[in-house]
């Protein structure tokens, strides 16, 4: 009995060097490169390795917060574009926030964060909006007649943008399978992806539209072949917000930011529900 405490003790121990190990190795490649983000707030975040690794290696961090009591579960997600840089600087604000500020909801919420999930792009010298084979991401989505839709849209919509090249087949990207997979396991009642540089706010899927998340109003733009929206919100049902931060390299004021994260809890308490469409 002794020995097996001794056994649990040191598996512990090593559990909590790997979470620690996580969270630096995190902080080691965010720190000085997003705007806005300090260690102490990067190291706050407590971020864990997501089981998954970008085409050149580098983990996908998630943080989980209200696990043990949530049952609507929200998966935020920020840096699908790696230039983007205030999306991922932002997310991780609001896993403080989420943390830190407890607010009553109706339902108890599971917020899933994926902070950056296209690191390779992100950590480019200069950040590009692409993956490391030069896929975009929000484009690899498998949304209907993708093998139709998406190559035309990308040749006569975009003259061939390689920013926007939509990849040779859906979900032919690690970064994007990683997505799909937690959007099948995590089963989100709602799903909100942080972009800029547009200022505004984008809806797809059922459900009322927020009409404003701080000074963000909202201006549904449409949806394209294999884009996030087109699949979760159009295609699976699933509410998707997407929120276009008015800038790409600087964050809102922290004001700002959680003036957008309170108004996001207001809007979510009033309309969306655990006996909602999940992803599937």
């Known amino acids: 009995m002794k020995n097996r405490s001794v056994w649990a ?13 996580a969270v630096q190795g995190a902080c080691d490649r965010f720190v ?21 690794q970008s085409l050149r290696g580098t983990p996908i961090y998630l943080r989980d ?12 997600i920020g840096g699908i574009h790696g230039d983007e840089l205030s999306s991922t600087a932002v997310a991780l604000h609001w896993i403080r926030l989420a943390a830190n500020e ?6 108890p ?14 950590l ?3 950040p590009r909006r692409t993956n490391a084979s030069g896929v975009d991401l929000n484009r690899n989505f498998p949304t209907p007649n993708w093998e139709r839709d998406a190559a035309v849209y990308w040749q006569k919509r975009t003259g061939k943008d390689p920013r926007r090249w939509p990849g040779p087949k859906p979900l032919s990207e690690p970064e994007t399978r990683f997505v799909h997979q937690q959007m099948q396991s995590f ?3 709602l799903i909100v992806s942080i972009h800029a540089p547009y200022g505004v706010l984008d809806f ?8 404003r998340l701080g000074r963000l109003y909202l201006d549904q733009v449409g949806i394209f072949p294999g884009s996030l929206g087109n699949y979760g919100g159009v295609h699976k049902g699933v509410p998707v917000v997407t929120i276009e931060l008015p800038n790409s390299i600087r964050t809102p004021l922290d004001a700002e930011t959680r003036q957008m994260w309170m108004d996001l809890l207001r809007w979510t308490a009033a309309k969306i529900t655990v006996d909602g469409p999940t992803a599937r």
């Open 9 to 21: 003790g040191v598996a512990l121990l090593a559990l909590a060097m790997g979470a620690q190990a």
């Open 32 to 52: 000085g490169k997003l705007p806005n983000v300090t260690r102490a707030l990067c190291e706050d975040a407590r971020l864990s390795e997501g089981g998954a």
């Open 65 to 76: 917060v209200g696990a043990d009591t949530g049952k609507l579960r929200v998966l935020v």
């Open 102 to 107: 407890r607010v009553d909801m109706p339902q």
């Open 109 to 122: 919420v599971h917020w899933r964060f994926l902070p950056l999930v296209n690191p390779d792009g992100m």
């Open 124 to 126: 480019a010298r200069p």
């Open 187 to 189: 089963k989100p009642h």
């Open 204 to 211: 797809d899927g059922p459900s009322v539209p927020p009409s």
